[in-house]
């Protein structure tokens, strides 16, 4: 046989070759090496971590009394409606003080009055009631209308229904102009409906589809 000595690069780079192959395939099952330092991976438990802090966080009631006396929690009253009743509300909201932008020059003036709802639309309706009328309006609320209670803890109705509630604020009432219970507020173009219902209310029945 005769060698090709023009070429001896490649022989050299193909005995390379093959003694690496055969080195790796020899030392396929051994064991590995670690170089350099190594630490161990320790990530607290998340759930653990949770109730932990659920465990150290202060005890609320101990410290305020229980929630219904809070007056963060304090619903607005509303008087049961006497009849079914349909009425409208513009409502129109009037500037406190002056609204300058950043220069100083005056957007508008203390007193300038406007319709907010030429600006925003509302997607949700309001469900307002007092909590005897909570089943009511659990079947009538939309997945993303908000129910308002009258009275009643909503943090404890809420996690017995499954449903966020939220109480009634007085400025809320003031603001729409509530008188009675239970009522739904929708927006229809620029105004807003209050659609009153009269007792004995009960799941199928209004007075307003």
């Given at each position: ?6 070429r001896?690069?490649?022989?050299r780079h ?6 690496m ?12 090496s ?26 609320m009631a ?34 406190e ?13 203390k ?5 907010p ?18 089943g009511?309006?659990?079947?009538k ?19 017995k229904t499954?449903r966020p ?21 929708a ?15 009960s799941?199928?029945?209004?007075a307003?589809?």
């Amino acid at each position: 046989m005769t060698v090709d000595q023009s070429r001896p690069h490649f022989t050299r780079h193909a005995l390379i070759g093959a003694l690496m192959l055969g080195l790796s395939a020899t030392r396929a099952d051994a064991a590995t090496s670690t170089i350099g330092r190594t630490w161990s991976i320790a990530e607290p438990d998340a759930m653990a971590e949770i109730e932990a802090r659920v465990a150290s966080a202060p005890d609320m009631a101990a410290q305020f009394g229980p929630r219904s006396s809070w007056s963060a929690m304090r619903a607005a009253a509303l008087v049961p409606a006497r009849a079914n009743r349909v009425r409208t509300l513009v409502p129109f909201y009037t500037v406190e003080e002056d609204i300058r932008l950043p220069d100083g020059r005056l957007l508008y003036p203390k007193g300038f009055t406007f319709n907010p709802l030429d600006y925003v639309s509302l997607p949700q309706r309001l469900v307002i009631v007092h909590p005897r009328d909570l089943g009511w309006a659990l079947s009538k609320a939309r997945f993303t209308d908000f129910i308002l209670l009258t009275a009643g803890d909503a943090i404890d109705l809420s996690e017995k229904t499954g449903r966020p509630l939220f109480i009634l604020e007085e400025r809320v009432k003031e603001r729409l102009g509530l008188t009675v219970a239970p009522v739904i507020v929708a927006q229809e173009g620029k105004k807003l409906v209050l659609t009153e219902y009269a007792p004995p209310i009960s799941i199928g029945r209004s007075a307003r589809p």
